[in-house]
């Protein structure tokens, strides 16, 4: 096993959820690309603890996954929250707070 | 594995949050109880941690914990005692706060000892684990208590986008986090750092230290990545705004100088010169936008992005003094900050908070005690002496001197100069301008006041004698 080829993967992966956050205006795909960059992050820990032999990394991706779930759980009743006041979850339009 | 004694005295702080936040959990589910009564138990659970906190700092209490991953140490203990001032201080300055909307009072004490809980673990954290699961506790219950006030919809607002900028700063920080393994082959602070003596620094630990830097960066609000900071501010109620300024960045930071200074400290070539430039960028655009400001809660924001970059000079200072500096900054920072929010919720009109800048004409005739507490937190800011911001700077410069940085100092110096203008603007306007339009201001709240005057004299106390807190910070650099 190449312990590269899942690295540049995983820095695919997490390069594509960082393009996505910045470019994308919708509120739940950003959520969705930041579960990508999450996931990234547990694919690498995956494949260095199996390169490794050893557990730390497989044991992290297990509170890792928790943790995005309860995000998930906050994020998504929070954005809820905010289309029940404007209609619309897109980020450009939700723009009352500026100075 | 044998399974290793716990050492239950060690976790007490941790311990006695845990069950304060049961209690009011429980609590909360009965009707007849007051909801009053649930702060006052939030109070009373953090004063409680905060004297365990101090008597095992006096003790010089030192432990490892659950197969090396909490260590309980000065450090640690220091900032728990940063985090609970911070905590009882906002609490007291709720209690009024949430009774002008009748709005559900057990969940936010709930949320607020769970950000507390979080940010222990991150100061305590001896493994990048735990520091990951306490940043997210914390930030998870912020994002929470940030969008409140949900029939508001700048709180929602401010909640929601706190939550897509802090879980993308978490998703950095991870990844941070997974590459440094990848390079030092484990997750254990000390390991990596025996483990980087060992060998030389190779790009994924290079690419994962600059990752932990933006993640870091995201939380404790440096520029460039100080965008949501403003926004949350103004949007998110002014007790969780005061909260989210002091104690989770003064977290950030335990967790900055915990990660940099002891796992990556031979790495400081390629760290400390970013950290300068990020230091000198943070306070020059921190203090620069916050002239602009006409919004008191912005002008806050921007006053304490560039608190962080002062604080900044201090870890790259990376020497005794440089973190001894940076963590009595932060200890006075997040007092002074909290009063300043908490004069804000004091200058309380009929139809809602005075936020601008110009309601606060003619405040020094009508309303003595606001303007005077007003003044001594801004004042503080600014850092005149006698007061606890002139001591807090005056240590962290005198730190980055001692390290050889002339000019960070010098920039620091020039900041100063450029906050001292708009912070005595708002002084200024509340002595010597009379105001154009006749104010309604409603009675103070005792609770509200209370926690004002505690803030003072602290500000006063430590500007007065900084040795008080000087000597245990210096005592704490691990």
């Known amino acids: ?99 | 594995m044998p399974i290793e004694e716990i050492n239950w005295q060690l976790l007490m702080p941790e311990l006695v949050i845990a069950l304060t936040l049961l209690i009011v959990l429980v609590f909360d589910l009965f009707d007849s109880i007051s909801k009053k009564v649930l702060g006052w138990m939030t109070i009373v659970g953090a004063a409680i941690a905060l004297w365990v906190s101090i008597q095992m700092h006096l003790d010089g209490t030192v432990g490892i914990q659950f197969n090396q991953m909490f260590k309980v140490d000065n450090f640690s203990l220091f900032f728990n005692m940063i985090f609970l001032i911070s905590t009882i201080l906002v609490v007291l300055l709720s209690m009024s706060y949430l009774d002008r909307g009748d709005k559900k009072q057990g969940p936010y004490y709930l949320l607020i000892l769970l950000a507390t809980l979080g940010m222990m673990l991150m100061a305590a954290g001896n493994e990048l684990i735990i520091v990951f699961l306490g940043l997210e506790l914390m930030s998870l219950s912020l994002y929470v208590l940030a969008g409140y006030f949900r029939e508001n919809p700048a709180s929602s607002e401010a909640g929601m986008k706190y939550l897509l900028l802090g879980a993308f700063a978490s998703a950095f920080f991870l990844y941070g986090i997974a590459l440094i393994y990848g390079g030092a082959g484990t997750t254990s602070i000390p390991a990596i750092a025996e483990k980087i003596t060992a060998e030389s620094s190779s790009p994924l630990l290079l690419a994962g230290m600059f990752l932990l830097i933006v993640g870091f960066g995201f939380k404790v609000a440096i520029v460039p990545f100080h965008q949501w900071a403003p926004d949350v501010y103004e949007g998110a109620p002014t007790t969780i705004a005061a909260f989210i300024s002091a104690g989770p960045k003064a977290a950030g930071f335990a967790a900055f100088l915990r990660i940099f200074m002891e796992a990556l400290p031979n790495l400081q070539g390629e760290w400390s010169g970013v950290l300068i430039l990020l230091a000198m960028l943070t306070m020059t655009v921190g203090n620069v936008i916050a002239i602009a400001q006409t919004n008191i809660k912005r002008m806050l924001a921007y006053s304490s992005i560039a608190h962080a970059g002062y604080v900044l000079i201090g870890l790259a200072a990376a020497n005794n003094d440089g973190i001894s500096s940076a963590m009595l900054y932060l200890l006075v920072y997040c007092v002074m900050n909290i009063g300043a929010f908490g004069a804000v919720i004091l200058a309380k009109t009929e139809d809602g908070e005075s936020l601008m800048i110009s309601d606060y004409a003619g405040l020094g005739t009508r309303k003595p005690l606001l303007a005077m507490f007003m003044s001594v937190m801004l004042l503080s800011l600014a850092g005149f002496p006698p007061t606890a911001g002139f001591v807090g700077k005056f240590y962290i410069f005198k730190a980055a001197v001692g390290a050889g940085h002339i000019w960070l100092v010098i920039i620091g110096a020039l900041n100063t100069a450029i906050s001292a203008f708009y912070y005595l603007r708002v002084v200024v306007t509340m002595y010597m301008r009379e105001p154009e339009e006749e104010l309604e201001f409603s009675p103070y709240a005792s609770t509200l006041v209370i926690g004002l005057i505690i803030a003072a004299v602290g500000v006063l106390l430590i500007g007065i004698l900084p040795s008080l807190m000087l000597t245990p910070a210096q005592n704490s650099v691990f």
């Open chain 1, 1 to 99: 096993m190449l312990l590269e080829y899942y690295l540049i993967l995983s820095a695919l992966l997490f390069t594509i959820g960082v393009i996505g956050v910045l470019v994308r205006r919708n509120a739940i795909i950003i959520f969705m690309c930041i579960e990508l960059m999450l996931n990234a992050a547990n694919l690498a820990f995956v494949a260095i603890s199996r390169n490794l032999g050893e557990t730390t990394g497989q044991v992290f991706v297990f509170f890792v996954m928790a943790v995005a779930a309860a995000e998930v759980a906050i994020g998504l009743a929070i954005i809820v929250s905010v289309f029940k006041h404007r209609q619309t979850i897109n980020v450009d339009e939700i723009n009352s707070l500026k100075g």
